[in-house]
Structures are given as structure tokens and as C-alpha cells.
């Protein structure tokens, strides 16, 4: 029974691991293209711009809530 536990937990490892990794990387991906002003220049942004980040911020939020426990996620 403890041989199968710890299998069962390396597997969750490996499983954890691979999220977090994947959430990594799509932070990173985020960061650059928020370093890059989201591919806009100033003279360009107009309020299709605004609505797009404002979605993003939206979906961000959801997650930074419920990992913070925050917003409706807050006890």
C-alpha cells in the first residue's frame, strides 16, 4: 500500500510540475507582450484596445482571485 501511495504521488509531482510549467511559460509569454505595449503604438490605440485589455484584466482577475482567495473567492 505505501509502494502504491508514493507511486500515485510521484504522479502527481510529474502532473503538478507540468502545469506549473505550462503556467510559466504563459506568464512569461504575457510579460513580454505586456513589455511591448500589447504590439501597439500610442498613436494607435484606440477603444477596441482598451476593451481587449480590459477582457484580459477580467480573466486575470478570476484567476488572481481565486489564488489569493479574493473577490468572490474570498472566505
Excluded: C
Aim: avoid cysteine.
Amino acid at each position: 500500500m505505501t509502494t502504491r501511495r508514493a507511486n500515485d504521488n510521484s504522479k502527481a509531482l510529474d502532473a503538478f510540475i507540468a502545469a506549473k510549467a505550462e503556467i510559466d511559460t504563459m506568464l512569461e509569454r504575457l510579460k513580454a507582450l505586456s513589455d511591448d505595449h500589447f504590439e501597439t503604438h500610442p498613436d494607435e490605440i484606440h477603444w477596441g484596445h482598451v476593451g481587449t485589455l480590459e477582457h484580459y484584466a477580467g480573466l486575470l482577475r478570476q484567476i488572481t482571485d481565486s489564488a489569493f482567495k479574493e473577490g468572490e473567492h474570498a472566505a
